[in-house]
C-alpha cells in the first residue's frame, strides 16, 4: 500500500487547509485511515482517524476544528483543518491500518504551518 499526501501550506492563524492523502496498491486490505503529526522536538501524534464503516475519532485538542472523512470509492481520506492555530504547526503524516492490525502504512508527510 502506497499513500500519497496534498494540500499542506503556509495559512495565517484562523485560516483553513484541506489535507488529502489517496492510497494505491493493496487497497482492499485497508481498514482504517488517519493522521498523524509530528512538530518540532516533539513525538508524532495521532490526529483523527476514520474507519472504513465511517466510525471517526479525534486528538482532543482539534474536535470542532478539524474534520476527517473518506471516499472508500478513491481510497482517499481527508482532513479538513478550520480555525487553525500556530500550535496546529506540524508535519502531517497519513496512516493507514489493515483489517486485523497487523500492518501499518505511512505516508511521506506534508508540512503545514501557521502564521501569527
Known amino acids: 500500500v502506497q499513500l500519497v499526501e496534498s494540500g499542506g501550506g503556509l495559512v495565517q492563524t484562523g485560516g483553513s487547509l484541506r489535507l488529502s492523502c489517496a492510497a494505491s496498491g493493496a487497497i482492499f486490505t485497508i481498514n482504517a485511515m488517519g493522521w498523524y503529526r509530528q512538530a518540532p522536538g516533539k513525538e508524532r501524534e495521532l490526529v483523527a482517524t476514520?474507519?472504513?464503516?465511517?466510525?471517526?475519532t479525534y486528538l482532543d485538542s482539534v474536535k470542532g476544528r478539524f474534520t476527517i472523512s473518506r471516499d472508500n470509492a478513491k481510497v482517499t481520506v481527508y482532513l479538513q483543518l478550520n480555525s487553525l492555530k500556530p500550535e496546529d504547526t506540524a508535519v502531517y503524516y497519513c496512516n493507514a491500518v489493515n483489517y486485523w492490525g497487523s500492518m501499518e502504512y505511512w505516508g511521506r508527510g506534508t508540512q503545514v504551518t501557521i502564521s501569527s
Open positions: 476514520i474507519t472504513r464503516s465511517g466510525t471517526a
